[in-house]
């Protein structure tokens, strides 16, 4: 059973840029995607982008190309997940949680989310 | 992008009572070629991840009590919520992955 653990809460400025790290334990770690979304304070859930660790393929959501970059260290089983150009609307829980169902080729593409991490609280401020 | 819109926002039941939470998709989420519907449900409680409960409309995740039960056709859902206990009081949201981006429902506010 994967178990995914996130780095700890950021506090950033303003046009920085922030990466937090997901950390997988037990289970298949390569061979599924793993999805990064997030939570701005009392608001839903909103899909960011993903990556298959076993060949470092990402799939970003339109909104946050540019801005977001996605990567995968097989060795130590972690994923990164680092944006950029940050402003205050970035405020938000990011959390990574394994994609689940038909298509392991393709992060966010015919899968569901279990397990999540806990979450990491990024907050933008000056 | 396919839009996920609960229904209601907010709801109160009682306890032993049976909660109901709709989710329609602006588009089919029904593959007819092997006519499996690509939605799942989450629970949400403070200061947790979201919790899979559903996938497929209607396969509850192993651990799952079988009081969740999901139904739907290609664009209206449900998620239900027989015999409610006072561990249920959560935030409950869809989710389509028929296509990609996958989208979140707002979200369903369950209280008792």
Redesign the interface.
């Known amino acids: 059973q994967v178990h995914l653990v996130q780095s700890g809460a950021e506090v950033k400025k303003p046009g920085s840029s922030v990466r937090v790290s997901c950390k997988a334990s037990g289970g298949t770690f390569s061979t599924y995607p793993i999805?990064w979304v997030r939570q701005a304070p009392g608001q839903?859930?909103?899909?960011m982008g993903g990556i298959v660790p076993s060949f470092g393929a990402v799939?970003y959501?339109?909104r946050f190309q540019g801005r977001v970059t996605m990567t995968a260290d097989k060795s130590k089983t972690i994923v990164y997940m680092e944006l950029s150009s940050l402003k205050s609307e970035d405020t938000a829980v990011y959390?990574c949680?394994r994609d689940?169902?038909e298509n392991t080729a393709?992060a966010?593409?015919?899968?569901?989310?279990?397990?999540?991490?806990?979450?990491t609280l990024v907050t933008v401020s000056s | 992008d396919i839009v996920m819109t609960q229904s209601p926002d907010s709801v109160a039941v009682s306890l032993g009572e049976r909660a109901t939470i709709n989710c329609r998709s602006s588009q089919t989420i029904l593959y007819s070629s092997n006519n499996k519907k690509?939605l799942?449900w989450?629970q949400q409680k403070p200061g947790q991840?979201?919790?899979?409960l559903i996938?497929w409309a209607s396969t509850r995740?192993s651990g799952v009590p079988d009081r969740f039960s999901g139904s739907g056709s290609g664009t209206d859902f449900t998620l239900t919520i027989s015999d409610l206990q006072p561990e249920d009081v959560a935030i409950y949201?869809c989710?389509q992955?028929?296509?990609?981006?996958?989208?979140?429902?707002?979200?369903t506010r369950l209280e008792i």
Do not use: M
């Open positions: 999805s839903g859930i909103e899909w799939n959501a339109r959390y949680a689940q169902g393709v966010g593409f015919n899968n569901w989310f279990d397990p999540w991490g806990q979450g | 690509y799942a989450y991840p979201p919790k899979l996938y995740e949201y989710q992955y028929y296509s990609t981006p996958p989208t979140f429902g707002q979200g």
